[in-house]
């Protein structure tokens, strides 16, 4: 044999090597990254679901230019702005120095998400707080808006735009259009200087294990423009470093921001620095009703000039991103209080790195926080019509935050997971982080619920098994612009209303991939919550992406299409479903043999505990309840 035909041998031996399953020896198959859309690609075996990933994070050329990044915010700000139209017509009912009080019939719809600002007669305006008759269970309720006076003109009435985030496009723009000389260098290229500060990397933290002390570490170590990178993979506790860190530097007479997408994230961090650091002063800014009562109890009114009080230092100060984005627009923020110390930018993996300018503006040093397996900013349908070039300059203003920056600076990996039970994890970090999550303290609570009846539910929730797959054979269907599936919405009911029967109903939370699913569930729940007590169908069903952040003892996930549809192969959806379960995590398929294209659902689908439940006959108060929410359904949009 000739050397170079001992050499093709050698490789071909490595191929098959490399291509063999290790734990059953079957030839493996490969899911190249760029078919997925991911920044992950998927080697796995089809016979017994052994899955293997690698990183793929080179689809993004870095740094991104900045006429890009701006032209796409300006695209993505009228887009949102043609979409979201008037919530109603207002009449001003009290003004006085500070505050506009505004009277008005609103969609209760548009009051369900964030709605930190607002246009009024034409002007953008802070909202302090939006009441609502909670008794008003029609499409449109009475209410009173509170907002931040800033004008000397306040119509008499007018009509009630909600543009969010419109406005927070607006503000990264406004702010690389102003900075853009300024931030050829230090925005995207830190400027490495001195730290003009600097804490050992053994500080007594000793409730943190020792990755979450590294990320402690690095970030009180952090230099001016700096941006230190945490990833926090499901239940690895991002939020105790954020608290620690934040008492640390607060207490040190810092200013530092907490900011974040959502009203909840900003809450647990600032939860958690009020019990780990009773001492420091805590502001939020927010809408009063959206912010937990948890931090607003254990907050006293503000007075005076609370932007001096920002300036002194010593401070934490917690509030959206969009709440950050309406202050600047509005108020000029970062003329009153200047840039704060630190920054924390939570929930990075949502946040499309166009907007992070808005924090990065605010932040001397910047704290990224996020994993780029838990789900991205939602991408642009448009992009896919495009050639491959001009793909990767359109995908750099949405690439997840987290995901930019971590590809420039070194990060730090949070690795002990302390929310769920070890055989829901185990599966969790097999699959999508090569198995380097420490399950060490995985907490082992099982479910405990009565058996009853010995039907299909009991033989579903008595199970002493963590992961479960259901079989429905169900069928996806188009309803009002979204998708939703009978058969497993009938499923999802049947067993919550045997959990809301043993008790466990709190416990437990209803995702969906699709927000017609998530419609058809939640008017079901309410419909026969009107018998069977419980709590509202708002608190009991989500989609996947607006539970991103959350955690609950049980989740039933319904996947609802039967096909391998766009929204089912992004990875990061099914991650996200199954990592949010404490105790148990129920899924719920129609996909039969197409599971087998998502290396994910395979993998899932061979370790969890399989029930066939085609066919099947659910009492006749669920079918019901589904049937009149579905022709509900139909005859309503989704915006
Ligand atoms: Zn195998």
């Not at 959206?290 to 300036?311: W, Y």
Request: aromatic share 8%; net charge positive.
């Amino acid at each position: 044999m000739g050397r170079i035909e001992e050499v093709k041998k050698l490789i071909e031996g490595f191929e098959q090597l490399v291509a063999r399953c290790p734990r059953c020896g079957a030839q493996l198959s490969y899911v190249p990254s760029t078919a997925l859309r991911s920044n992950l690609s998927f080697r796995y075996c089809r016979s017994c679901g052994y899955v293997d990933v690698e990183e793929d994070f080179r689809r993004v050329r870095m740094p991104p230019n900045s006429s890009v990044l701006l032209s796409w915010l300006k695209r993505k700000s009228e887009e949102t702005k043609e979409k979201e139209g008037v919530i109603g017509r207002g009449r001003t009912v009290r003004r006085d120095e500070e505050v506009v009080e505004v009277e008005a019939e609103v969609k209760r719809e548009a009051l369900r998400d964030s709605l930190d600002a607002v246009f009024y007669g034409g002007v953008l305006h802070v909202v302090r707080d939006v009441r609502i008759d909670e008794r008003c269970v029609e499409e449109r309720c009475p209410a009173v808006f509170e907002l931040e006076r800033h004008e000397e003109k306040v119509p008499d009435e007018g009509e009630l735009l909600f543009s969010e985030p419109a406005f927070l496009y607006d503000a990264a723009a406004d702010i690389l259009r102003s900075r853009r000389a300024a931030w050829r260098g230090s925005f995207l290229e830190p400027l490495r200087g001195l730290a003009d500060f600097f804490l050992p990397a053994c500080v007594p933290a000793r409730d943190l294990d020792r990755w979450q002390r590294k990320a402690l570490a690095k970030i009180l170590r952090a230099g001016r423009h700096d941006v230190v990178v945490v990833v926090g993979p499901p239940g690895t506790g991002k939020t105790s470093v954020i608290a620690a860190a934040a008492c640390i530097l607060a207490r040190k007479g810092r200013r530092v921001l907490i900011t974040a997408l959502s009203n909840v994230a900003v809450d647990n961090a600032l939860e958690r620095v009020l019990e780990r650091c009773g001492d420091v002063e805590v502001i939020r800014f927010g809408i009063r009703s959206k912010v937990s009562q948890a931090v607003r109890s254990r907050l006293k009114r503000l007075t005076g000039d609370v932007a001096a009080r920002i300036k002194e230092g010593g401070v934490v100060v917690g509030m959206t991103a969009a709440k950050l984005a309406a202050l600047h627009l509005v108020r000029r923020l970062y003329e009153l209080t200047g840039p704060f110390d630190y920054v924390f930018v939570d929930e990075a993996s949502m946040m499309p790195f166009a907007v992070a300018a808005v924090p990065f503006l605010y932040g001397v040093r910047r704290v990224v926080l996020g994993d780029p397996r838990q789900l991205a900013p939602p991408l642009n349908e448009e992009g896919k019509m495009r050639g491959e070039k001009e793909l990767k300059e359109e995908h750099v203003p949405v690439v997840p935050l987290v995901e930019a920056v971590m590809r420039r600076w070194n990060s730090v990996m949070l690795r002990r997971q302390r929310r769920g039970r070890a055989e829901i994890f185990r599966y969790v970090s097999d699959v999508f982080y090569r198995g380097r999550l420490d399950l060490s303290e995985s907490p082992d609570a099982p479910l405990d619920t009565p058996a009853k009846y010995g039907d299909l539910p009991d033989e579903i929730l008595a199970s002493d098994e963590a992961l479960m797959w259901v079989e429905v054979g169900g069928r996806r269907r188009v309803g009002g612009g979204s998708f939703y599936n009978v058969e497993e919405a009938e499923l999802a009911v049947w067993l919550y209303l045997r959990l809301l029967e043993y008790g466990a109903a709190e416990r437990t939370v209803i995702l969906a991939t699709y927000r017609g699913q998530e419609r058809l569930l939640r008017r079901a729940i309410n419909e026969l919550r009107r018998i069977k007590g419980g709590p509202s169908g708002w608190d009991v069903v989500y989609t996947v992406n607006k539970f991103q952040g959350r955690e609950a003892d049980v989740v039933i996930y319904s996947a609802v299409h039967n096909e391998d549809h766009v929204a089912l192969k992004d990875y990061r959806r099914f991650n996200v479903a199954i990592s949010r379960a404490r105790v148990k995590a129920v899924v719920l398929s129609s996909l039969g043999g197409n599971a087998e294209k998502l290396p994910w659902m395979l993998a899932y689908k061979k370790t969890a505990f399989k029930v066939d439940a085609n066919a099947l006959r659910v009492p006749r108060e669920v079918r019901q309840a589904i049937r009149s929410a579905e022709s509900r359904l139909e005859k309503s949009g989704i915006r």
